[in-house]
Nanobody, 123 residues
Framework: QVQLAESGGGLVQAGDSLRLSCTAS????MGWFRQAPGKEREFVAV????????YYADSVKGRVTISRDNARNTVLLHMNNLKPEDTAVYYC????????????????????WGQGTQVTVSS
């Protein structure tokens, strides 16, 4: 059972930056997903367990960077130039794997999820 602890959400204005953090109880491939009111949970960015492979949703590419500190089993999501449409609950997800270079884009690939952190971007 992987335990996940998220932090870093909040209320910001359009154009601001925000950093989300997720600490896992063990090493795993990890990802960030988000869910806006009335919408399905969608993929934002994912990173391999080794940290050398990443993938981003087109909607955030160029504005978001995912990184990890493997010594602390922590994954960061740096978000710049935030837009009102980025408003959502952001969830961290983890999938233990022995393949350090592989990431997983589908939410169904992740058995462990954090409780979510709210990000609200005002215009």
């Amino acid at each position: 059972q992987v335990q996940l602890a998220e932090s870093g959400g909040g209320l910001v204005q359009a154009g601001d930056s925000l950093r989300l953090s997720c600490t896992a109880s063990e090493s795993a491939a990890m990802g960030w997903f988000r869910q806006a009111p009335g919408k399905e949970r969608e993929f934002v960015a994912v990173i391999s367990a080794g940290g050398d492979s990443t993938y981003y949703a087109d909607s955030v590419k160029g504005r978001v960077t995912i990184s990890r500190d493997n010594a602390r089993n922590t994954v960061l999501l740096h978000m710049n130039n935030l837009k009102p449409e980025d408003t959502a609950v952001y969830y961290c997800a983890a999938r233990p794997t022995s393949y350090s270079h592989i990431y997983f884009k589908d939410r169904q690939s992740y058995p462990y999820w954090g409780q979510g952190t709210q990000v609200t971007v005002s215009s």
